[in-house]
């Protein structure tokens, strides 16, 4: 076995192409903030701190993934997911394999039910929670949504300019709307307290967790939340006291939860659409299924042992060649990730036999 240098041509993308991707993606969003609020006339000046933090978290967001996805493993999969995304012989035997992915993987979570409702039910009282909040305050932060005062106590909602409908103040919609943050604060508080108790009560998770990776990330979106509820508390039964000083601290604390994102736990949240891909990826090259006349599983070269598919071998191959790593034996033998884990220690054991001779026994 022999060690190569790793590839440079793995992944077109290099920390310039990054940057430029995260300067057009915020220029995009700008441009999407000028039109959808009517060349600013429906932005709010009072939110603007909000939209800075969204397009610097925007930046970084957009910079990581780029050089995540950069990474030989990851770009392979990538590719490899999207060929076979964009492939018309496996659109026909897998049509309903992307929407139920995003089900079982993004909407629903099911994967995390497998290990117990309690968990299952924190993960997706946070996920939606934090969903819901954003898809209400982005919008009425870049002045995309927007109110009107009407006669006759009435509301007319517009969205990038254009009206949507309207409602009157005091009506269960009314209500709802005006609200609406307070629903998904009350869902994000369940799932917060349901996780903190269980990363201040678990043993095992006592023992490997990090304050900075999985506590702080919970602490200020618990944070946001009591400021949030602090904000209702103050406008309808306080009489406004405090408001200013209540609406700065939550500003400020949701200003620093945006920016944490690419740095932290929550970054997973923009990894895990990818999962979508991985799963097209491992079930178009599972099992034994054939298209025409070739096997998508391969065998062992040794005992013929059942292995992962044959592009799941080469891919593999290929991502340890980008990192250097170039286990070819010999032109007889193939290279290691031909062979089964059985097989692999037997070529080892023979090896080393042939090198020790009887001083390996």
């Known amino acids: 076995m022999k060690r190569e240098m790793p590839s440079q041509e793995s992944s077109p993308v290099t920390v310039r192409v990054a940057v430029l991707l995260a300067v057009i993606a915020a220029a995009l969003l700008m441009v999407l903030i000028y039109i959808g609020s009517r060349e600013l006339r429906d932005f709010d000046a009072a939110l603007i701190g909000y939209a800075v933090a969204v397009l610097f978290a925007l930046v970084a967001l ?3 993934y780029a050089i995540w996805i950069s990474r030989p493993p990851t770009w392979r999969y990538f590719r490899a997911g999207w060929a076979n995304f964009l492939s018309w012989q496996n659109f026909r035997h897998y049509t309903f394999l992307i929407p139920k992915a995003w089900w079982t993987d993004i909407l629903a979570q099911t994967f995390i039910f497998k290990r117990g409702f309690r968990r299952w039910f924190t993960h997706m009282c946070i996920f939606w929670g934090v969903i819901g909040s954003l898809l209400i305050t982005l919008p009425l932060t870049f002045g995309w949504l927007h109110f009107t005062f009407l006669p006759n106590n009435l509301y007319q909602v517009w969205f990038f300019g254009l009206p949507l409908f309207i409602f009157p103040i005091h009506s269960f919609i009314g209500f709802s709307i005006y609200h609406g943050l307070d629903f998904t604060a009350g869902l994000l508080m369940i ?19 990090r304050f900075g990776f999985d506590l702080m990330p919970l602490v200020l979106l618990l944070a946001i939340v009591v400021t949030g509820f602090a904000l209702t508390a103050s406008s309808l039964w306080w009489g406004g006291k405090f408001y200013w000083f209540i609406s700065l601290t939550h500003q400020a604390i949701v200003v620093v939860w945006l920016l944490s994102i690419p740095f932290g736990k929550f970054f997973h949240i923009v990894e895990r659409p990818a999962s979508i891909g991985v799963t097209l990826y491992q079930t178009v090259n599972q099992g034994v299924e054939h298209y025409g006349d070739q096997p998508q599983t391969g ?35 193939g290279v290691l990730q031909d062979y089964c884990p059985t097989c692999k220690r037997v070529l080892r054991g023979e090896a080393y036999y042939q090198l020790m001779g009887k001083r390996f026994l």
Do not use: H, M
């Not at 044959?310 to 286990?327: E, M, T, W």
């Open 62 to 64: 957009t910079y990581r």
């Open 299 to 333: 065998r062992c070269k040794r005992c013929t042992q059942e292995l992962p598919s044959r592009q799941f071998v080469r891919d593999l191959v290929g991502v340890l060649s980008d990192l250097g790593q170039n286990y070819a034996l010999n032109t007889e033998l």
């Open 191 to 209: 799932g917060l307290l349901l996780a903190l108790w269980r990363r201040v009560t678990d043993a095992g998770l006592l023992t490997i967790q």
